[in-house]
């Protein structure tokens, strides 16, 4: 046995059980009826317990292999004393798994079994009885329940409770049911946390999730005429003791997540709000009064207490299963002098990485970020500041800026944000941004498919209101196109601490389900997504307020961070230097028709035009122009729509460099049918003789990748020319704005010479606003102050000035 060291922990049991007095009489239900559940939908949950839900066939069965009359006698209540025998996975060598030291997890496992306990007075008590070994790689991370199998098969205790602690899995706790088989086994990942540990003894000792068939049932346990969900619900009349949970005292629990099926959209409880009404289509179905905080909900973050009820079937599965029974027997383990490690020494580093969904969405993708600058700021006074930088592996140096030991000191741990912009170059708000980001951020608006929660929802949220709009599109263009060189809301990377993804606080269920709703309980308080003044709340995305007396900290993984790149939700950024190598196009070249030469002082509009026999459903293209040679003076719509200025970057124009950019918000892909179209155009001024418009205005990945997507995603070759139309040109529309608007719009334009300017605003209904006036030379603002009669979506303009029109579109949110 090894042998640990301080903070004794020793049980020397010869006896099971303790006599109590019970403080009030328990309660009775009677055995149930049979109910047969055939199918059911199947609801996208975001439950941390990997314990499968039972059907009602094994509920009823269970329910006749226990005997609920032995749970009392005479008001006396016997609170049995069950052995843990627990068994820790190493790999092949013998070695823990990096990330969690062997002390660390047999302090925190000792801690946990305090926690469990006091969720069984005056019926169990737990300790672990004896640490075992198990050295197999391959099982250091699982993927389901059936890893549970092959640890049990490896080694178990027939005398006490099987629970192996394994390094990493989906779930955070695994348990097997009296009746299956084998069914003496429990798993629990990474070091996990009392509440997880007394939840999935509660599925050890027979008790099931209270949100098992989530709407299958109404409010008053009546069946649900949904008949999506009304399959063979056969109980008739429903109770409390023939349907669900089988619990008496638990309320019916729609639980948590969403479902789609049948042509239907069913959204279920987010946490907290009561009563929880659950939708179908938007539409709500009942007021439900789940209890959010009962031990075995799916609401993990606030589980406190099991029911009366509960605690009868626990008792009565410890006392009569005969798959329970040999805890209470007259043969007790002998048990090892289990000591408390002391933990003392602060981890030497911590790691950044990059952190990505799979291309399935079904695991995640972690890529070391090079350069990320991790300030460790002391508070004191006057406040010491310390910051190291990953290198190529991601590590940064913890030593240095903490001292060795634990001691009573507060730390501010983290990304300083947004004043590390651009240094180095991964940091560049615009790194792995493109056109195509923008489709996968619009299919999820319009619901053909969502982002991958939570890093695709924090990634496309740059306007950092907890929701993804058509804004957020508009905020990530703006920076490809470089108008905006950052994101005012979010920094270029942001900054999710392992600390709180770790067993011990059950954030991360909540997390991936909805990262805008999920609130971490962290030891400094409650950080919800987006911090708040009042109440003052930091946000689980801000820095790390850390006491370095926490024996969680002497581990490197709860100095980590992972890192997600604002815009970035095809996680395409690079995250290393060398992985630089410059824009790379696909090969787009213009040709052009000839034409007169353009003598100096000479205006002429450039027509931008393109061919393909596939369906464009974005673009961007980089242009660079001889700024030597032309002066350009501004653009105008061609054959597509939806046109606006905001779709080109002018921000380089002075160093003869434009980038545009086209997305349909509504997703109408433009039509070639291998026709030749002018995507839009281009007003110039010769500086010099202009003899081929080809050799003037070219393409330029450098400034902005070339990529014509089709409506597969897929990149399409092109036919791309230049056509020069000479013509006078006195007039330009500069801006219009905002974009989107809400109570007004202005139209800045600059004439050349008096003109007479009109104005035409008008939605998709048939409404318009109209006005015209007489303006001098310069710029002027036309503004409509009041667009309250136009409705929101996608508005269209005319503006006339002389002889010259412009036309796009702007977008009006309400």
């Not at 003899?691 to 070759?717: H, K």
């Amino acid at each position: 046995m090894r042998t640990l060291f301080s903070n004794v922990y020793t049980h020397t049991h010869t006896c099971k059980y303790n006599v109590k007095k019970l403080a009030g009489p328990l309660f009775f239900f009677a055995l149930f009826s049979p109910f047969l559940l055939l199918s059911q939908p199947v609801v996208n949950g975001p439950g941390n317990c990997g314990t499968p839900d039972q059907t009602n066939s094994e509920l009823d069965a269970f329910y006749q292999q226990i005997n609920m009359g032995t749970a009392t006698a005479g008001g006396i209540i016997i609170e049995y004393d069950i052995p843990i025998h627990l068994y820790l996975i190493n790999d092949d060598n013998g070695n823990p798994h990096p990330d969690y030291p062997t002390d660390y997890i047999i302090y925190n496992m000792i801690e946990n079994v305090e926690t469990a306990n006091t969720f069984y007075t005056n019926v169990l008590s737990f300790y672990i009885c004896e640490i075992s070994f198990i050295n197999s790689t391959n099982l250091q991370e699982i993927s389901d329940i059936s890893d549970l199998d092959d640890l049990y098969n490896l080694e178990h205790d027939e005398n006490a409770v099987n629970i192996y602690m394994v390094a990493k899995g989906p779930k955070s706790g695994y348990s097997k049911l009296p009746h299956e088989t084998p069914s003496n086994a429990l798993m629990l990942t990474g070091v996990s946390n009392g509440k997880t540990l007394a939840h999935e003894l509660g599925h050890y000792f027979g008790l099931v999730h209270s949100d098992i068939f989530s709407i299958r049932h109404l409010p008053d346990n009546s069946c649900n005429p949904d008949p999506v969900w009304n399959v063979n619900c056969t109980c008739n009349p429903c109770t409390g003791t023939n349907s669900g949970d089988r619990i008496a005292d638990t309320p019916v629990d729609p639980g948590l997540g969403d479902f789609m099926g049948a042509g239907n959209v069913y959204e279920f409880c987010d946490g907290l709000p009561v009563p929880c009404i659950p939708t179908k289509n938007g539409a709500p179905i009942a007021s439900y009064y789940p209890d959010y905080q009962n031990m075995m909900a799916s609401y993990s973050a606030y589980r406190e207490h099991f029911s009366p009820d509960q605690l009868e079937v626990i008792y009565a599965t410890l006392t009569t299963h005969a798959d329970r029974t040999f805890l209470v027997d007259n043969n007790p383990p002998a048990c090892d002098n289990i000591e408390q490690p002391n933990l003392s020494l602060i981890a030497t580093h911590g790691f950044v990485n990059r952190v990505a969904h799979s291309e399935d969405f079904q695991s995640l993708v972690f890529s070391p970020l090079e350069g990320a600058n991790i300030l460790m700021q002391k508070v004191l006074t006057p406040v010491v500041n310390c910051a190291d930088a990953t290198d190529v592996a991601g590590l940064y140096e913890v030593e240095g800026c903490t001292p060795q030991f634990l001691e009573d000191l507060n730390y501010k741990v983290g990304s300083p944000g947004q004043e590390q912009l651009g240094e180095p170059a991964v940091f560049n708000p615009n790194n792995g941004l493109s056109v195509a980001d923008l489709i996968i951020i619009r299919q999820h608006i319009l619901y053909i498919m969502s982002l991958p929660s939570p890093y695709g929802l924090i990634a496309a949220d740059v306007n950092n209101d907890e929701k993804i709009s058509t804004l957020d599109i508009i905020l990530i263009m703006r920076v490809i196109l470089q108008t905006d060189l950052i994101f005012s809301a979010v920094p270029p990377w942001r900054f999710l601490p392992e600390y709180a993804l770790g067993s011990q606080f059950d954030f991360e269920p909540l997390l991936n389900d909805n990262p805008f709703t999920a609130v971490w309980q962290a030891p400094d308080g409650p950080r919800p997504y987006k911090s708040t003044l009042v109440p003052p709340a930091k946000s689980y995305l801000d820095q790390l307020n850390l006491n370095l007396l926490n024996p969680d900290l002497t581990i490197p993984l709860n100095w980590s961070f992972r890192a997600i790149k604002s815009g970035d939700v095809n996680f395409s950024a690079v995250t290393q230097e060398d992985q630089l190598p410059g824009f790379i196009g696909n090969g787009y070249a213009f040709s052009a028709t000839s034409h007169a030469c353009l003598q100096p002082g000479q205006t002429a509009t450039v027509l931008v035009k393109a061919q393909t026999t596939e369906d464009i459903d974005a673009y961007q293209l980089g242009l660079v122009f001889d700024k030597d040679a032309i002066e350009v003076m501004g653009v105008n719509q061609g054959d597509i729509t939806p046109f606006s200025l905001d779709q080109f970057g002018f921000n380089q124009l002075a160093d003869g460099e434009i980038r545009t950019l086209w997305i349909d918000e509504k997703g109408d892909p433009i039509k070639f049918e291998n026709n030749l179209k002018t995507l839009f155009k281009i007003n110039i001024k010769a500086i010099e003789a202009v003899c081929d418009i080809g050799s003037v205005i070219e393409i330029e990945d450098n400034v902005l990748a070339g990529i014509f997507l089709d409506t597969e995603e897929a990149v399409v070759p092109m036919t791309l020319k230049l056509e020069l139309i000479p013509g006078i040109i006195r007039h330009k529309l500069e801006q219009v704005y905002p974009n989107p608007a809400e109570t007004s719009i202005s139209f800045q334009v600059e004439l050349g010479e008096a003109a007479t300017v009109s104005a035409q605003v008008f939605d998709q209904f048939g409404n318009y606003l109209t006005t015209s006036g007489s303006y001098g030379t310069g710029e002027h603002a036309i503004v409509f102050n009041n667009t309250s009669s136009l409705q929101q979506g996608t508005l269209s303009y005319v503006i006339t000035a002389g002889s010259e029109t412009f036309t796009g579109n702007i977008i009006k949110l309400q």
